[in-house]
């Protein structure tokens, strides 16, 4: 995608975009439905996240490791319950600033939680992916992406957000989808590419975390780019 990408020239591009018409986000749209009837892909099933997920997500929100990159502070158990819970609590898009997460739920995997008894037959949650909210107006959506250690190098987050995109373009037909990451972020940025992300800016000094300015990366794909690395040629929402 990326060198045919770069082979449009502007003039093309502008055509393209022309085309494509003006922003028609398909919103509001409620993710409620998606509890009872979740995504589902070769070997995952993605479910809007709940509060009783808080465990599982503890396993792995608590590393050091996985929080490196991520805008979270590190929380104690209380503290990553409380966040889980605020997480949950989206369902609805319809405003900037909206998110819905969907906890990455691999079966056959005993979940942290005990108070889930009962739930393990839908496994346990390896991770989330996120859609956000980032432009209603110029129909532009965020994705977000976190996975437990124990579960990467398989292709697991791949799967998940290629899932998300898949979904996000499909049904809730954003222009395009973008992710921000810190520059440093090799492995977030690996899986941009995979998805056919570009990687369109880097913003110098953006931001002020662990005591040091971070430089963030932004990535992005477009509608079209999207359906046409689908095979689906053109596609109007
Ligand atoms: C970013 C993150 C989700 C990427 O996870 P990941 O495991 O590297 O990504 P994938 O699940 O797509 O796995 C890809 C790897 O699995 C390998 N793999 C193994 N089996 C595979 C299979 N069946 N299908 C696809 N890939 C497979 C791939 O070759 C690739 O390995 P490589 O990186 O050595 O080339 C993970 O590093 C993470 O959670 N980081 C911490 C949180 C974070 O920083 N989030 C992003 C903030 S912007």
């Known amino acids: 995608m990326h060198d045919s990408a770069r082979a449009v020239t502007d003039a093309e591009r502008a055509a393209l975009a022309a085309a494509d018409g003006p922003p028609a986000l398909r919103f509001p749209y409620d993710a409620t439905a998606l509890v009872d009837e979740p995504l589902r892909t070769e070997r995952l099933v993605l479910r809007p996240l709940e509060a009783s997920h808080a465990a599982d997500v503890f396993e792995y929100q608590r590393l050091p490791e996985v929080i490196r990159y991520l805008p979270w502070p590190e929380r104690d158990r209380e503290q990553a319950y409380e966040h889980t819970a605020k997480r949950a609590a989206g369902r609805v898009l319809a405003a900037d600033g909206d ?20 739930v393990d037959s839908v496994g346990r949650v390896i991770g989330d992916v996120m859609v956000r909210v980032s432009n209603t107006q ?17 292709g697991y987050a791949r799967e998940g957000a290629g899932a998300l995109v898949d979904f996000t373009f499909s049904t809730l037909s954003p222009h395009r989808i973008q992710a921000f990451l810190d520059v440093r972020n090799g492995a977030s940025a690996a899986l941009c590419e995979r998805l056919g992300m570009r990687r369109e800016a880097i913003i110098l000094e953006e931001e002020y975390n662990d005591g040091e300015w971070t430089d963030t990366a932004i990535y992005g794909i477009l509608r079209r780019e999207w359906a046409a690395a689908r095979g689906q040629g053109r596609v109007r929402p």
């Not at 998110?99 to 009962?118: C, N, Q, T």
């Not at 996975?147 to 990467?152: A, I, M, N, T």
């Open 99 to 118: 998110y819905v997460v969907f906890a990455i739920m691999l079966a056959g995997e005993p979940s942290a939680g005990d108070e889930r008894a009962g």
């Open 138 to 154: 110029h129909a532009q959506l965020e994705i977000g992406w976190v996975l437990h250690p124990d579960f990467q190098g398989r």
